[in-house]
């Protein structure tokens, strides 16, 4: 790529991503739903949105709690967005959009057709294709057009609590600087008060927390200090 090309990419990226809405979003990966509700409790006094995990131990050698219905609990009230690490994604669209969810994010790397899977999602909601930390971002086979966001891994997928790995935010820094037209791009995994800075100056607008805001004695205070940092680096 030309110098001067370069510069003018980069120049336009810096127009365009100071005018973007940065978003810190509180994750739950739990195998009991008491265990689920209680942290949705603890956080919707200030979350607009919850990021609920799904693991069917195909995807990931780990299982969690796989039942929408008792979602409707809480639904009419807070937007779920679904990341979904299980086989064959578009099955779970339904019975999760049916509980209440409005965004779908299906893993790439146990999807039979993602052109499909972007289809029947569009019907229920927002929808995004999720991509674990090890795999090329050429994996993805459906236009940035055609979604509404990118789920980009920093861990490799399936538990909870793993360590960042820097290394894979570089295809969140190539799609910025290649890619004229993005979706929103999600970041998840090992999101804390620094790697959520590394991975903004990569180019994301929105990061999943789990660990770092359920784990400390003031779930409100974490989140808080997240979006701070937001504006203010």
């Not at 994750?27 to 009991?32: A, H, M």
């Not at 979350?47 to 799904?54: F, G, L, R």
């Not at 009419?76 to 967005?81: C, R, V």
């Not at 607008?205 to 203010?232: C, M, S, W």
Request: charged share 25%; glycine share 6%; with cysteine.
């Amino acid at each position: 790529m030309n110098g001067w090309f370069r510069s003018f990419l980069d120049s336009l990226f810096i127009i365009h991503y100071s005018f973007l809405m940065f978003e810190v979003i509180p994750g739950i990966l739990e195998k009991e739903w008491s265990e689920i509700e209680r942290k949705i409790e603890l956080v919707k006094p200030f979350a607009k949105v919850i990021h609920v995990d799904i693991i069917d131990g195909k995807f990931a050698p780990n299982t969690t709690f796989l039942d929408p219905k008792p979602f409707q609990k809480f639904t009419p009230e807070l937007f779920f967005e679904l990341h979904m690490m299980v086989e064959n994604p578009i099955e779970y669209l339904k019975p999760f959009a049916d509980a209440g969810f409005k965004r779908f994010l299906g893993h790439i790397e146990k999807m039979e057709d993602q052109e499909e899977f972007v289809a029947q999602g569009q019907l229920l909601g927002e929808v995004g294709l999720a991509i674990d930390g090890p795999t090329n971002i050429d994996s993805v086979k459906v236009p940035f057009e055609d979604l509404d966001c990118l789920l980009l891994m920093t861990i490799k997928a399936g538990q909870s609590g793993q360590t960042f790995v820097p290394e894979y935010l570089k295809k969140t820094e190539t799609l910025r600087q290649t890619q004229g037209h993005l979706p929103t791009l999600e970041i998840d995994g090992g999101i804390n008060s620094e790697t959520i800075i590394q991975a903004k100056n990569a180019g994301a607008t929105r990061f999943v927390a789990t660990n770092y805001i359920f784990k400390g004695h003031d779930p409100k205070a974490q989140f808080d200090f997240l979006q701070r940092l937001n504006k203010e680096c």
